[in-house]
């Protein structure tokens, strides 16, 4: 499955000295994938849509703050 | 932790006696793009980035000191027996006025080494493209030194440099490879 943020788990000693962030996320927005982009890309159906989105392509845009269920502490 | 080995990871020989060169070459030792800051560039980024590509980042940057080395030694051979008179020549007046014949970490221009050359962004596909960008910038640094060295076996040594550029960028885009890859990903959602 195709995902815009992946995560991984950080190793944890027992001797670490604050409680440990047991899972850590990263950004892999989709430009990274996508090469030199395909004519005729669907559109944001308005264009309020693509303005607020910041791009006239669905699938050139990527969330943030992390789209996670609890998020992070700054979202 | 490391171990040592008092040897060079490829052989350096300089042939013509040009101190000039050496101030060319102190671009690689001290500058933006040179091998300090390459290899203090990936030591510092490995802690953060995902543990997959920590040993590809240890090893480069070790791999990179022994370039500065490497470099260390090309400058000391073209400076060490060079007068006064031969440094000034070379546009090295300066540089004996505030190092004598020691070497300093500064760019070609004699501007000191600055953190400013690198950056540790934390992201680990901002920092991976940093990575690529700065052996590219390196591998253009070494074309235009052997550009203007027509030492022959000093140029020798700076392809063989030039060519290591070629491979880390190369594994450097591996690693970013790995990081885009979904494989073993959890829907975390």
Aim: hydrophobic share 35%; net charge negative; charged share 25%.
């Amino acid at each position: 499955m195709f995902t815009q943020y992946k995560s991984w788990r950080p190793y944890i000693s027992p001797f670490d000295p604050c409680k440990p962030i047991e899972v850590k996320y990263y950004a892999t927005p989709p430009q990274l994938y996508m090469g030199f982009q395909p004519p005729g890309l669907p559109q944001f159906p308005t264009a309020r849509e693509a303005l607020m989105a910041g791009t006239l392509w669905p699938q050139l845009f990527s969330p943030y703050p992390f789209p996670l269920k609890g998020g992070r502490k700054h979202d | 932790m490391w171990y040592y080995e008092k040897k060079l990871q490829y052989p350096v020989k300089v042939s013509t006696c040009n101190p000039m060169l050496a101030k060319f070459l102190i671009e690689q030792y001290g500058g933006a793009d040179g091998e300090l800051a390459a290899a203090l560039r990936y030591m510092n980024q490995r802690y953060t980035i995902p543990d997959k590509v920590v040993g590809l980042l240890t090893d480069i940057a070790t791999e990179e000191f022994s370039h500065l080395e490497m470099i260390a030694t090309m400058i000391y051979k073209l400076t060490k027996d060079a007068t006064p008179e031969m440094l000034k020549e070379a546009g090295l007046g300066d540089h004996y006025v505030n190092h004598d014949r020691a070497l300093f970490y500064q760019n070609a221009s004699g501007v000191p080494f600055t953190a400013t050359y690198i950056q540790a962004k934390g992201d680990p596909i901002a920092d991976l493209y940093e990575d690529i960008a700065a052996e590219e910038k390196a591998r253009a640094t070494y074309q235009w030194i052997i550009d203007l060295s027509d030492d022959t076996d000093l140029n020798d040594s700076l392809k063989f440099l030039r060519e290591r550029e070629i491979v880390h960028s190369q594994r450097f885009r591996e690693a970013v490879e790995i990081l885009k890859d979904d494989r073993d990903q959890k829907k975390v959602f």
